[in-house]
Each structure stands twice: as C-alpha cells, then as structure tokens.
C-alpha cells in the first residue's frame, strides 16, 4: 500500500475515535455513491454530519482542509442527499472537515463544523 494511503487510513481513524469520544455515533465509513466517497457519516443528537478527513504529514502547503475542491463539495452533497433518502431519514444534515497533521513528532486534529460555509 502506499505510504498516503496508509497515512489516509491512519488519519480517518484518528477521526473515528477522535468523533466516538465527542459523543458521535459513526453510522457509516468510506460511503460510496457513484463517484463520491463520504469519508465518515456520522449522528451527533438530530444532527447527521457527513465528515471529510483530510490528512497530511506537514502543512508546509496549508492547512489539510484546504484541500477540499467546489466540484468534491458538490459530489458530496449529492451523495449525502442519496444517503438521507436511501435510509429515509428526516435529520438536519451537516458537513464537516476534519484536518490532521499526523508525522513522527506530532498528531494535530483540527475540527471544522459546518466546514462548508468556513471555505
């Protein structure tokens, strides 16, 4: 496996246990619809948050989240909306990032509720 791959996986774990431990319930990883991947779905009290964890080694280029293209953001929302209506659920939606800096020195997590509304 590739060495971002991994640091992927790594970082959506961290992500995973950094939600569980903020009292989220993870409903869902790695969602697929057509060519958009959720990353993490996940139910905070009425609140269903889809969740896109950037990670990176350094933020020598900026900051992990940054990286979050309009065209991803789009694909994003069409695929939670197909989530929202496959399972019939009537829940306020949310999307979030969550940015980390993962090396041999530091893990850093950052964050952002309602990150689509912060670009």
């Known amino acids: 496996m590739a060495q971002h791959n991994q640091l992927g996986e ?6 995973v246990d950094f939600l569980i431990k ?17 990353d993490i779905i996940a139910q905070i009290k009425d ?4 969740v896109e964890v950037k990670t990176r080694s350094t933020d ?24 929202v209506i496959s399972k019939d659920l009537d829940l306020e939606v949310r999307f979030d990032v969550i940015g980390i800096i993962k ?3 530091q893990t850093i997590i950052e964050h952002l509720e ?5 670009f």
């Open 22 to 38: 903020k009292g989220y319930e993870i409903k869902e990883r790695n969602w697929r619809f057509k060519k958009a991947e959720v």
């Open 10 to 15: 790594i970082g959506e774990q961290l992500a």
């Open 60 to 83: 020598v280029f900026g900051d992990p989240q940054e990286f979050i293209k309009e065209k991803q953001k789009k694909m994003l929302v069409i695929a939670v909306d197909q989530y």
């Open 114 to 118: 309602d990150a689509f509304f912060h």
């Open 47 to 50: 609140i269903l948050v889809a």
């Open 103 to 105: 090396n041999d020195s």
